[in-house]
Antibody, heavy 119, light 107 residues
């Protein structure tokens, strides 16, 4: 069974940092591209980052470029999102999501982890 | 960047009604469009990909059509369990933009 489990969310002050993790199981992690998607409270879905299967190709949404860093450890079956210089508008549930195939739709999602940026 | 505009932003329909949601891309995206359903408090779930391919396990009352810039999600006979917000997404290149969502309620 495919599973994606996010962790690392919590309350952080503006300007602070947080590292999210997404632990996966049930598939060959190193063969799939991965993404982070977030959803602010009561708002829609926002794609924020993509990483290729070997980690060589990375993209970010403009809203997080220069502040967030996506990475992965295929040996540990884990995806990460390092978030720096956090702002109130980064408050959201953060989901990791798997590409169905190369640049495909998102076929599996984690349950999400809530990040709250507040003083 | 390519923008996706969904309409309507919300709708209320009766059980058994045919419901149509549209998604318009600011530039052509061929058929690289997916539709997701997000029920209240739940994780998004893919319904349709490649504009018209039904995800395994999704009821056949859901269908998708379109290519280029204009796409449609249709629920042929609305059921109470279809109450949700529906999002379109273009996925073939970054940024992998989502539409703003369409909330579907039962009248």
């Amino acid at each position: 069974e495919v599973q994606l489990v996010e962790s690392g969310g919590g309350l952080v002050r503006p300007g602070g940092s947080l590292r999210l993790s997404c632990a996966v199981s049930g598939f060959t992690f190193g063969s799939y591209e991965m993404n982070w998607v977030r959803q602010a409270p009561g708002k829609g879905l926002e794609w924020i980052s993509y990483i290729s299967s070997e980690g060589r190709t990375i993209y970010y949404a403009d809203s997080v470029k220069g502040r967030f860093t996506i990475s992965r450890d295929n040996a540990r079956n884990s995806l990460y999102l390092q978030m720096n210089s956090l702002r109130a508008e980064d408050t959201a549930v953060y989901y990791c999501a798997r590409d169905y195939d190369f640049w495909g739709h998102f076929d599996y999602w984690g349950q999400g982890t809530l990040v709250t940026v507040s003083s | 960047d390519i923008q996706l505009t969904q309409s309507p932003s919300s709708l209320s329909a009766s059980v058994g009604d045919r419901v149509t949601i549209t998604c318009r891309a600011s530039q052509g995206i061929s058929k690289y469009l997916a539709w997701y359903q997000q029920k209240p408090g739940k994780v998004p779930k893919v319904l349709i990909y490649a504009a018209s391919t039904l995800q395994s396990g999704v009821p056949s009352r859901f269908s998708g059509s379109g290519s280029g810039t204009d796409f449609t999600l249709t629920i042929s006979s609305l059921q109470p369990e279809d109450v949700a917000t529906y999002y379109c997404q273009k996925y073939n290149s970054a940024p992998r933009t989502f539409g703003q969502g369409t909330r579907v309620e039962i009248k």
